[in-house]
C-alpha cells in the first residue's frame, strides 16, 4: 500500500485486563504448520476457538462463545461482546472483522482481547493463531500479552490483501492477549479482516473434551407419531473429536411390536456439541394402555465422560381408546347387622368393564351408631387388579347387655381411581336384641275443663313402665256436643316418643263467642299405638260456657182444664218463656180433690226436662169412667223444684165431667098439715124429702105464708133455699110461733 506506515503500538495496562509479566521467550510465526509443530514440541495441545454464527450469511453482529465454555472470554477494543461478522464484496470467504477508528465509534487503533478465568482455566495459555487479510496492503498487527509486547519484526506483522498467517508461542504462558490493527496517520479506511477460526494453544488438558447428557429424562410421544428424536448434549468442553454407546432397552414397550431397538455408536467432532438419535415407534390396532422403553448412553470415548442423564425413558401414549376400566359400587344401599353378630361381608362389585387396574377408598362414619363402642371401625383402599370383578369387607358389630333402638352408621366408597363411582354408600343398621321395655302410654286423666274464653290447656300423654326405644301412637279429637271449629280447635297427629322420652303434651283450644250454650263436650282419643301397649286411650274434655244464661220461665198454659168422664184424654202444656238457654227442669204431679186416683184418673208424677232452645212440654190427663153418675169432680196438677229455671203459674185444677144419665130425685114435704100448740116449745120443724133418686146436688127454694094465722103475730115467717148435695135426701125448715095470750086457739100454717 503507497504511502501507509505500519506502526506496533503497545497498549497500557488501562487497556488490559491482566496484570504484566516478565516473558521468557515468545516465538513469532508467519507459518502455521511450524507454530502448531512449536507447540507439539512445548507440550501443548491446540483447540479451536469458532467465531461461527448459526448463520454465517449477511453482515451482522453476534457474541462470541468462550471457548467451549472453559472460562475464556472475547470482546472487542471498546468493551463490547459483540463481534461484526460479514460477508462483504471482494472477501474471501467468511470472516470477522476490525474496523478503522473512524467508523461505528471504535477505538484507534482497533482490535480485540481475549481473557482467561484462572478459577476455571488455570493453566495459561502457551500461544494463539490466527489467518488475516485487510483491505489494504500495509495493515499492521500488533499483539501484546499481559502488558508486554509480542515483538513481530520486519514484514511479519504486516497485513496484505492476501491471507497471512501470524502467530506466536509464549513459552512462560499468558492470560490475557490484546491484538490490534494500525492504520497510518492519515487514517485511510484499512480493514483487517480475522478467519472466523483462530488456534489457541495450551497445556494438555486445559480444554475438555466436554460431558455427554441426554437432553431430557422423559420423551413423551404418541404411539403413532412415527418416530421420537433424542437430542444428546455436550457440555463442559468441546476439544477433540469424542464418541460414546447407545442402545436402547425394552420395558412395558417390546422391541419389534412397538418400536425398533437399536444399539451403535454416536460420533461428535471437535466443537460439535450435539446430535440427534432417531429411534422409530411402530403402530399397531390393539389398546396396550402406555408403555415405555429407555435408551442408555454408554462407553465413552475421546476424552470425553458421561454426565448424570445418561438413560431417558421414551413414554408411548396409546392412540386406541382403552377399554372401559369399569364402576365400583356397592352391592347393596342397605345393611342389617345383629347386635351380638355374627359379622356380616359387603361386596364391592365391579361392572361394565374391567380393564386395568383401579382403586377406591372405603371408610365407615358414625351415625347413631358410634364406633368402638357399637361396631368396628373400619378404613382403607381396595385396590382391583385388571380383570378382577369384586372385593369383599367385613362389618363386625359390638355387643352388649342394655336394650338399644336400632342405630345405624354408614359405609362410604370414595376417591375412586381410574374408574367410575356407583352406589358410594350403604346405611348400616345394628339391631339390639336384648330384652325390650318399651313401656305404655296413656292420658294422664279421663276429664278436663276448658274455660269458653280461654285460656288453652295441656293434656299430658305419659309414658310409664319403661322407655326402651321409639314409639309412637296417634291421637285426635272428635265432636260430642261441641263441634270444632266453632266450639274448639281439632287437632289429630302422631306423638313419637324417642328412647328415653317419658312424657308429651296435647293442646286445646277453646273458642269463644258471645251467645250463652250450656256446657259442650268433646274427646281426645289416642289410638294405633305402635311398639308400646296402650292404657288410658280417651279423655272427655267440657268446654263450660262463660256468657250470660237466660234459662227463662217454667209455667202451665192454663189454670184449669175440663175433662169428660168418658174421655177422651187431654193435654195440658208447660210453657218456657223469656229464655230458653241450657237444660231445665221441673217436677209435676197430681192431687185429688173431689176426683180420686186411680177410680177417677189417672195420677202423673214426674220431671219434665227441657234442652237448650226447648220451649214447650204436654201432660197427658186421662179420666177413668164408670156407669154411676157423679157430680162433676175435681183433681189438681201441680209444677215443683224448678232445676235452673223459674216458676210461672204452677197450679190448674181439672175438673171431670160426669156423663152418665142422672136421677135427681123428687123434692116434697113430709106431711100437708101440721099442729101445733101454740105455745110449743121450740116451734115447729118440718121435713122436706128427696124421693126417686138423689143424683148430685139439687136445690129448692121454700116461703110461709099467712093463713088463719098472722105473721109477726102468730109466727115468724120462713124464707130461703134447701140444698141437697149429692145423695142427701131430707132437709128440714124450722118455723117459729108467737105465744100471745092463755087460752088461745089452735092455729096451723103452712
Same mark, same amino acid.
Given at each position: 500500500?503507497?504511502?501507509?506506515?505500519?506502526?506496533?503500538?503497545?497498549?497500557?495496562?488501562?487497556?488490559?485486563?491482566?496484570?504484566?509479566?516478565?516473558?521468557?521467550?515468545?516465538?513469532?510465526?508467519?507459518?502455521?504448520?511450524?507454530?502448531?509443530?512449536?507447540?507439539?514440541?512445548?507440550?501443548?495441545?491446540?483447540?479451536?476457538?469458532?467465531?461461527?454464527?448459526?448463520?454465517?450469511?449477511?453482515?451482522?453482529?453476534?457474541?462470541?462463545?468462550?471457548?467451549?465454555?472453559?472460562?475464556?472470554?472475547?470482546?472487542?477494543?471498546?468493551?463490547?461482546?459483540?463481534?461484526?461478522?460479514?460477508?462483504?464484496?471482494?472477501?474471501?470467504?467468511?470472516?470477522?472483522?476490525?474496523?478503522?477508528?473512524?467508523?461505528?465509534?471504535?477505538?484507534?487503533?482497533?482490535?480485540?482481547?481475549?481473557?482467561?478465568?484462572?478459577?476455571?482455566?488455570?493453566?495459561?495459555?502457551?500461544?494463539?493463531?490466527?489467518?488475516?487479510?485487510?483491505?489494504?496492503?500495509?495493515?499492521?498487527?500488533?499483539?501484546?500479552?499481559?502488558?508486554?509486547?509480542?515483538?513481530?519484526?520486519?514484514?511479519?506483522?504486516?497485513?496484505?490483501?492476501?491471507?497471512?498467517?501470524?502467530?506466536?508461542?509464549?513459552?512462560?504462558?499468558?492470560?490475557?492477549?490484546?491484538?490490534?490493527?494500525?492504520?497510518?496517520?492519515?487514517?485511510?479506511?484499512?480493514?483487517?479482516?480475522?478467519?472466523?477460526?483462530?488456534?489457541?494453544?495450551?497445556?494438555?488438558?486445559?480444554?475438555?473434551?466436554?460431558?455427554?447428557?441426554?437432553?431430557?429424562?422423559?420423551?413423551?410421544?404418541?404411539?403413532?407419531?412415527?418416530?421420537?428424536?433424542?437430542?444428546?448434549?455436550?457440555?463442559?468442553?468441546?476439544?477433540?473429536?469424542?464418541?460414546?454407546?447407545?442402545?436402547?432397552?425394552?420395558?412395558?414397550?417390546?422391541?419389534?411390536?412397538?418400536?425398533?431397538?437399536?444399539?451403535?455408536?454416536?460420533?461428535?467432532?471437535?466443537?460439535?456439541?450435539?446430535?440427534?438419535?432417531?429411534?422409530?415407534?411402530?403402530?399397531?390396532?390393539?389398546?396396550?394402555?402406555?408403555?415405555?422403553?429407555?435408551?442408555?448412553?454408554?462407553?465413552?470415548?475421546?476424552?470425553?465422560?458421561?454426565?448424570?442423564?445418561?438413560?431417558?425413558?421414551?413414554?408411548?401414549?396409546?392412540?386406541?381408546?382403552?377399554?372401559?376400566?369399569?364402576?365400583?359400587?356397592?352391592?347393596?344401599?342397605?345393611?342389617?347387622?345383629?347386635?351380638?353378630?355374627?359379622?356380616?361381608?359387603?361386596?364391592?362389585?365391579?361392572?361394565?368393564?374391567?380393564?386395568?387396574?383401579?382403586?377406591?377408598?372405603?371408610?365407615?362414619?358414625?351415625?347413631?351408631?358410634?364406633?368402638?363402642?357399637?361396631?368396628?371401625?373400619?378404613?382403607?383402599?381396595?385396590?382391583?387388579?385388571?380383570?378382577?370383578?369384586?372385593?369383599?369387607?367385613?362389618?363386625?358389630?359390638?355387643?352388649?347387655?342394655?336394650?338399644?333402638?336400632? /342405630?345405624?352408621?354408614?359405609?362410604?366408597?370414595?376417591?375412586?381411581?381410574?374408574?367410575?363411582? %356407583?352406589?358410594?354408600?350403604?346405611?348400616?343398621?345394628?339391631?339390639?336384641?336384648?330384652?325390650?321395655?318399651?313401656?305404655?302410654?296413656?292420658?294422664?286423666?279421663?276429664?278436663?275443663?276448658?274455660? /269458653?274464653?280461654?285460656?288453652?290447656?295441656?293434656?299430658?300423654?305419659?309414658?310409664?313402665?319403661?322407655?326402651?326405644?321409639?314409639?309412637?301412637?296417634?291421637?285426635?279429637?272428635?265432636?260430642?256436643?261441641?263441634?270444632?271449629?266453632?266450639?274448639?280447635?281439632?287437632?289429630?297427629?302422631?306423638?313419637?316418643?324417642?328412647?328415653?322420652?317419658?312424657?308429651?303434651?296435647?293442646?286445646?283450644?277453646?273458642?269463644?263467642?258471645?251467645?250463652?250454650?250450656?256446657?259442650?263436650?268433646?274427646?281426645?282419643?289416642?289410638?294405633?299405638?305402635?311398639?308400646?301397649?296402650?292404657?288410658?286411650?280417651?279423655?272427655?274434655?267440657?268446654?263450660?260456657?262463660?256468657?250470660?244464661?237466660?234459662?227463662?220461665?217454667?209455667?202451665?198454659?192454663?189454670?184449669?182444664?175440663?175433662?169428660?168422664?168418658?174421655?177422651?184424654?187431654?193435654?195440658?202444656?208447660?210453657?218456657?218463656?223469656?229464655?230458653?238457654?241450657?237444660?231445665?227442669?221441673?217436677?209435676?204431679?197430681?192431687?185429688?180433690?173431689?176426683?180420686?186416683?186411680?177410680?177417677?184418673?189417672?195420677?202423673?208424677?214426674?220431671?219434665?226436662?227441657?234442652?237448650?232452645?226447648?220451649?214447650?212440654?204436654?201432660?197427658?190427663?186421662?179420666?177413668? %169412667?164408670?156407669?154411676?153418675?157423679?157430680?162433676?169432680?175435681?183433681?189438681?196438677?201441680?209444677?215443683?223444684?224448678?232445676?235452673?229455671?223459674?216458676?210461672?203459674?204452677?197450679?190448674?185444677?181439672?175438673?171431670?165431667?160426669?156423663?152418665?144419665?142422672?136421677?135427681?130425685?123428687?123434692?116434697?114435704?113430709?106431711?100437708?098439715?101440721?099442729?101445733?100448740?101454740?105455745?110449743?116449745?121450740?116451734?115447729?120443724?118440718?121435713?122436706?124429702?128427696?124421693?126417686?133418686?138423689?143424683?148430685?146436688?139439687?136445690?129448692?127454694?121454700?116461703?110461709?105464708?099467712?093463713?088463719?094465722?098472722?105473721?109477726?103475730?102468730?109466727?115468724?115467717?120462713?124464707?130461703?133455699?134447701?140444698?141437697?148435695?149429692?145423695?142427701?135426701?131430707?132437709?128440714?125448715?124450722?118455723?117459729?110461733?108467737?105465744?100471745?095470750?092463755?087460752?088461745?086457739?089452735?092455729?096451723?100454717?103452712?
Amino acid at each position: 500500500m503507497i504511502g501507509q506506515r505500519i506502526i506496533f503500538t503497545l497498549l497500557g495496562a488501562s487497556l488490559l485486563l491482566g496484570a504484566s509479566n516478565a516473558q521468557a521467550a515468545v516465538i513469532t510465526y508467519t507459518d502455521e504448520a511450524t507454530y502448531l509443530a512449536g507447540l507439539a514440541t512445548l507440550g501443548c495441545e491446540v483447540a479451536s476457538e469458532g467465531f461461527d454464527s448459526p448463520d454465517w450469511l449477511a453482515t451482522e453482529t453476534f457474541p462470541v462463545p468462550s471457548l467451549t465454555n472453559n472460562g475464556l472470554t472475547w470482546a472487542e477494543s471498546d468493551g463490547s461482546t459483540n463481534f461484526l461478522m460479514t460477508t462483504a464484496s471482494g472477501l474471501d470467504g467468511s470472516a470477522l472483522r476490525t474496523l478503522d477508528g473512524a467508523t461505528g465509534g471504535h477505538t484507534d487503533p482497533d482490535g480485540f482481547y481475549l481473557k482467561t478465568d484462572t478459577a476455571t482455566t488455570p493453566n495459561s495459555l502457551c500461544g494463539f493463531g490466527a489467518w488475516y487479510k485487510g483491505s489494504q496492503n500495509g495493515s499492521k498487527v500488533t499483539f501484546t500479552t499481559n502488558g508486554g509486547g509480542v515483538g513481530f519484526t520486519g514484514e511479519e506483522a504486516t497485513v496484505l490483501t492476501t491471507w497471512k498467517f501470524l502467530g506466536f508461542i509464549d513459552d512462560v504462558g499468558f492470560t490475557t492477549l490484546d491484538a490490534r490493527v494500525v492504520d497510518d496517520p492519515a487514517n485511510t479506511d484499512v480493514r483487517l479482516i480475522f478467519v472466523d477460526t483462530a488456534s489457541i494453544g495450551a497445556p494438555v488438558g486445559t480444554f475438555p473434551a466436554g460431558t455427554l447428557d441426554l437432553s431430557a429424562a422423559n420423551y413423551p410421544v404418541n404411539e403413532n407419531d412415527g418416530s421420537v428424536n433424542v437430542t444428546v448434549n455436550r457440555t463442559g468442553g468441546s476439544f477433540g473429536a469424542i464418541t460414546v454407546d447407545y442402545a436402547t432397552s425394552n420395558g412395558t414397550a417390546t422391541s419389534g411390536s412397538d418400536y425398533q431397538a437399536i444399539n451403535s455408536t454416536l460420533s461428535f467432532a471437535e466443537n460439535e456439541y450435539s446430535k440427534v438419535i432417531t429411534i422409530n415407534l411402530l403402530d399397531d390396532l390393539v389398546y396396550e394402555g402406555s408403555e415405555s422403553f429407555t435408551i442408555t448412553l454408554s462407553n465413552t470415548g475421546g476424552g470425553a465422560t458421561l454426565g448424570t442423564t445418561t438413560t431417558a425413558s421414551i413414554d408411548i401414549a396409546d392412540n386406541e381408546p382403552p377399554p372401559s376400566p369399569g364402576t365400583l359400587a356397592l352391592s347393596t344401599a342397605t345393611i342389617s347387622l345383629l347386635e351380638s353378630g355374627p359379622a356380616v361381608t359387603v361386596t364391592v362389585d365391579r361392572t361394565a368393564g374391567s380393564f386395568g387396574a383401579v382403586t377406591v377408598d372405603y371408610a365407615t362414619a358414625n351415625d347413631t351408631a358410634t364406633s368402638p363402642g357399637d361396631y368396628t371401625a373400619i378404613s382403607g383402599m381396595l385396590t382391583f387388579l385388571d380383570g378382577e370383578l369384586s372385593k369383599t369387607l367385613t362389618l363386625t358389630p359390638i355387643g352388649d347387655t342394655v336394650w338399644e333402638p336400632s /342405630e345405624t352408621f354408614t359405609l362410604n366408597l370414595s376417591n375412586v381411581t381410574s374408574a367410575t363411582l %356407583g352406589l358410594a354408600t350403604a346405611t348400616v343398621t345394628i339391631t339390639d336384641d336384648d330384652t325390650r321395655n318399651a313401656g305404655t302410654l296413656a292420658l294422664s286423666a279421663a276429664s278436663a275443663t276448658l274455660s /269458653e274464653s280461654g285460656p288453652a290447656i295441656t293434656l299430658t300423654v305419659d309414658r310409664s313402665g319403661g322407655s326402651d326405644g321409639t314409639v309412637t301412637v296417634d291421637y285426635a279429637t272428635a265432636d260430642v256436643t261441641a263441634n270444632a271449629p266453632g266450639d274448639y280447635t281439632a287437632i289429630n297427629g302422631t306423638l313419637t316418643f324417642l328412647n328415653g322420652e317419658l312424657s308429651k303434651t296435647l293442646t286445646l283450644t277453646p273458642i269463644g263467642d258471645t251467645v250463652w250454650e250450656p256446657s259442650e263436650d268433646f274427646t281426645l282419643t289416642l289410638s294405633n299405638v305402635v311398639d308400646a301397649s296402650l292404657g288410658l286411650s280417651a279423655a272427655t274434655i267440657t268446654i263450660a260456657d262463660d256468657d250470660t244464661r237466660a234459662a227463662g220461665t217454667l209455667a202451665l198454659s192454663a189454670a184449669s182444664a175440663t175433662l169428660s168422664e168418658g174421655g177422651p184424654a187431654i193435654t195440658l202444656t208447660v210453657d218456657r218463656s223469656g229464655g230458653s238457654d241450657g237444660t231445665v227442669s221441673v217436677d209435676y204431679a197430681t192431687a185429688d180433690v173431689t176426683a180420686n186416683a186411680p177410680g177417677d184418673y189417672t195420677a202423673l208424677s214426674g220431671t219434665l226436662t227441657f234442652l237448650n232452645g226447648e220451649l214447650s212440654k204436654t201432660l197427658t190427663l186421662t179420666p177413668i %169412667g164408670d156407669t154411676t153418675w157423679e157430680p162433676s169432680e175435681t183433681f189438681t196438677l201441680t209444677l215443683s223444684n224448678p232445676g235452673d229455671a223459674t216458676l210461672g203459674l204452677a197450679t190448674a185444677t181439672v175438673t171431670i165431667d160426669d156423663d152418665d144419665p142422672r136421677n135427681a130425685g123428687i123434692l116434697n114435704l113430709s106431711t100437708a098439715t101440721e099442729s101445733v100448740a101454740e105455745n110449743a116449745v121450740g116451734g115447729l120443724t118440718l121435713t122436706v124429702n128427696r124421693t126417686g133418686g138423689s143424683d148430685g146436688t139439687v136445690s129448692v127454694d121454700y116461703v110461709t105464708a099467712d093463713g088463719s094465722a098472722l105473721q109477726p103475730g102468730d109466727y115468724t115467717q120462713a124464707t130461703g133455699t134447701l140444698t141437697f148435695l149429692d145423695g142427701e135426701l131430707n132437709k128440714t125448715i124450722p118455723l117459729t110461733l108467737t105465744d100471745d095470750a092463755p087460752g088461745s086457739r089452735v092455729k096451723t100454717s103452712r
